[in-house]
Each structure stands twice: as C-alpha cells, then as structure tokens.
C-alpha cells in the first residue's frame, strides 16, 4: 500500500510540473514603428507587418499612424494599395526590418509611386536641457534642388539645416523651446521658396520636419513641409 502511495504522489508531482510548465507563457518583447506616406502621387497604402495589418486606416499621401506596437523581431513590413486583400502576396513594396527592444522606428516612403522606396530611421533622440526641444529635418521631395531651412532676421537668412538633398536626414538637434515661423531656400540663394508651418516645439518633446510633394507643383503635390511630433 505503501508503495501504492508513493508511486501516486509521484505522478501528481510530475502532472503539477508539466502544468506549471504549460501555464508558463514567455513574454513578448516590443518596439514601436511609424509609418510616413511622402510619395506625392501614391495611393493610399496599408501597413502589414507579417500577416497582421498594423494601420489603423489607410495611409494617403502627406499621413502618418503614429507609433504602433510592433514584436521586436525580424518583421517583414508590407505596403498594399488600399482594398487590396491582404491574405495574398499583392505587396507594392516590401522591406525586411530588425527590430530591437524599447526602440522607436520610422519608415518613410518616398519618391514617385513608380519609383516607391521605404527609407528607414531609427528615432532616437537624446535627453533634452531644460528649455530646449529635438527637431531633426528629411528632405524627401524628389526632384526638388538642394534646399536650406532658414530663420529670417530682418530678412537676412540664418541656415538651421543646410545643403539637404533628397533623402537626407539629420539628427535630432537640440533648438530653444519657442514658436518658429521657418522657410525654404534653395541652397547658396536666398529667394525663399517656401514657408513652413508655424512651429511650437515645446521643452522636453521630439519632433521632426520633413518635405515633401514636387518641385513646381501646385495643389495637393506641390512642395511643402510637414511636422510630427515624435515625442510628447
């Protein structure tokens, strides 16, 4: 009987222990991913990452999702023209992505639709002094010249970017907190050839700037300039 005994407690032993390993569940590790549409003349597209779509609505020209949760882990990130079905292959453009734990991405798709390309930025911005904001600025209009963003002071221009061409990103840079009205040049001129939106960057917070449409364009393609907030 004795033996009987021990040979049952035992086997409960053993079942508690395959329990507790079943129930034992490995958590997810996670980076956040946002997405940018700055091709001028692309439609609207859906995100897919592997076969989940991520976008909460589909992305049209000039929008981005914000920060979505993504696994980190190597992800096939897929763009889709928007009603398209996303169970089979019918991706216009897809890229592979690392991502790492805790980190911010952003992916920009840039250039014409028929020469779409995603370009990757790892958004990291250092801690901010007290009274200052992080700006970094993309030149992502296709086939504007090499341009300038610029402070005018009593219509003298002061470069704060300079010598962008297409597809060049900054850092994160550290400016005063404040109110900005800021322009475009063309680099090495001074004819301002555009106005950016008037800008608060607040103590503390992330944001960036970015161009976008075509070079002697006008309406809803023509050059402009759009800011996000990254950090808030």
Avoid at 185 to 201: A, C, E, N, S, W
Wanted: glycine share 6%; charged share 20%.
């Amino acid at each position: 009987m004795k033996k009987q005994f021990t040979l049952f407690a035992a086997m409960v032993l053993m079942a508690g222990t395959f329990t507790a390993c079943k129930d034992e569940v490995v958590a997810k590790k996670y980076a956040r991913l946002d997405v940018i549409n700055a091709s001028p003349d692309a439609p609207g597209l859906n995100v897919i990452v592997d076969s989940s779509v991520l976008s909460p609505y589909v992305l049209t020209f000039g929008t981005n999702m914000g920060y979505m949760q993504v696994e980190a882990a190597k992800k096939n990130v897929l763009f889709k023209t928007f009603l398209s079905d996303t169970t089979t292959d019918s991706a216009v453009l897809r890229t592979e992505v690392t991502f790492k734990e805790g980190e911010h991405y952003s992916v920009f798709l840039v250039d014409s639709f028929s020469k779409l390309t995603a370009l990757l930025t790892p958004d990291q911005w250092p801690a901010t002094q007290n009274g200052k904001a992080m700006v970094r600025f993309l030149q992502l209009s296709p086939n504007a010249p090499v341009l300038d963003v610029v402070k005018m002071v009593d219509t003298t221009p002061t470069v704060i970017f300079g010598n962008m061409g297409f597809k060049d990103v900054t850092a994160f840079t550290p400016i005063n907190a404040g109110v900005y009205d800021w322009s475009l040049t063309f680099t090495g001129k001074d004819t301002v050839i555009g106005k950016l939106p008037t800008m608060i960057f607040n103590t503390g917070k992330s944001y960036t700037i970015y161009t976008r449409g075509f070079d002697s364009t006008m309406g809803k393609k023509a050059l402009t300039a759009t800011v996000i907030v990254n950090q808030n």
